[in-house]
């Protein structure tokens, strides 16, 4: 979480996927965002079948929207522009609070970091 926030990031697979996805998107984002959005439902299905075991799949999952609606940024307002294809106020409240919310606090600490990193992420956007 750490390296997403400061931008220490580069050089990781994750980084490099997510500049792939943007710079498809740049090109050719309603077919993308529509091939990425089904494999994003398959991932937050898995997930609800077995969240202990598949919570790997939520958390790439979350990436890869905010890959996809990420339009630009900057490090004080965090993502300033988001594609108009993903709705990322209805991920936050689908996705992401029920991790913050979550009462015990030591479970899934990777999704509550993936949380965090999305609501930081978008920060300017949400309400």
Known sequence: LRRDLEGSDIGTR????TNLIRGL????????????????VSML????QDPEKNWKSKDTALYLIAALAA???????GITQTSELVNIVDVYNAQCLIE???PDISKQLVL????????TTFRSMLP
């Open 100 to 102: 913050l919310q979550a």
């Open 14 to 17: 994750r980084y490099s996927a």
């Open 45 to 48: 299905q898995e997930y609800q």
């Open 71 to 77: 339009r630009s940024k900057t490090s004080k307002h």
């Open 25 to 40: 998107c740049r090109y050719f984002e309603a077919p993308i965002t529509a091939i990425f959005t089904s494999y994003i």
């Open 112 to 119: 509550r970091s993936a949380a965090i990193r999305y609501l």
